[in-house]
């Protein structure tokens, strides 16, 4: 996805700011808080609070609003259809389809090609509580110098912790205690 391909040696690592990017803008449509990331070569590590109750507290024109960012609304909608979608703007799932499909399509039609870019579904894991919390934040930010593609929180490209350090993390929630926390990796 975006790495170096080792046959014809061709490098895809603009695609990892279309990935953050694509983070930062969900960030704001998504009743989720952006706690963590790392965009790697081959998967990325995200730490996100889900936030229902923001999701309950809008209302029906801020649910179309959002849902409109998303996919195509149209003139009429029912009750129903708006309860469905937000649901789905506290949903983990809704919001890494949200976060695949629009790169998968790109990167498929920058490569002329068709199918599958991941192996399969994300995995996701709860963080229960504080610890938890900050040792997955911190094995997401420690996660590029690991691999060998950073030697320095600074120096790590497409990073939460790059965005702290730079002071450029508007989108990135501060620490807190949290309920609905969870990590994926993709």
């Known amino acids: 996805m975006c790495g170096k391909d080792r046959f014809t040696g061709k490098s895809f690592g603009h695609r990892r700011q279309w990935l953050e990017d694509r983070l930062i803008s969900l960030s704001d449509v998504f009743a989720i ?10 998967h990325y590590h ?3 609070e889900l936030k229902p109750e923001q999701a309950n507290a809008l209302s029906d024109d801020e649910v179309i609003e959002r849902w409109g960012n998303l996919y195509k609304v149209p003139d009429a909608t029912s009750v129903a259809t708006i309860a469905i979608w937000r649901e789905h703007l506290a949903d983990l799932s809704w919001f890494m389809r ?9 990167a498929n039609r ?4 068709k199918g ?6 994300f995995k996701s894991q709860a963080l229960l509580d504080y610890k938890a919390l900050l040792t997955c934040m911190a094995y997401v930010d420690l996660n590029p110098i690991r ?3 950073a030697k320095t929180l600074e120096t790590s490209m497409h990073t939460s912790i790059k965005a702290r350090i730079e002071l450029k ?3 990135l929630v501060l ?4 309920t609905h926390a969870s990590s994926t990796e993709y």
């Not at 920058?110 to 090609?113: Q, T, V």
């Open 110 to 113: 920058e490569d002329r090609c």
């Open 33 to 42: 808080d952006l706690m963590a990331y790392a965009v790697m070569s081959n």
């Open 98 to 106: 949200c976060i695949n499909e629009p790169l998968v399509r790109r």
């Open 116 to 121: 599958r870019f991941w192996e399969g579904r």
């Open 169 to 171: 993390a508007d989108h």
């Open 147 to 149: 691999a060998k593609i």
């Open 175 to 178: 620490f807190s205690p949290l």
């Open 46 to 48: 995200v730490v996100v």
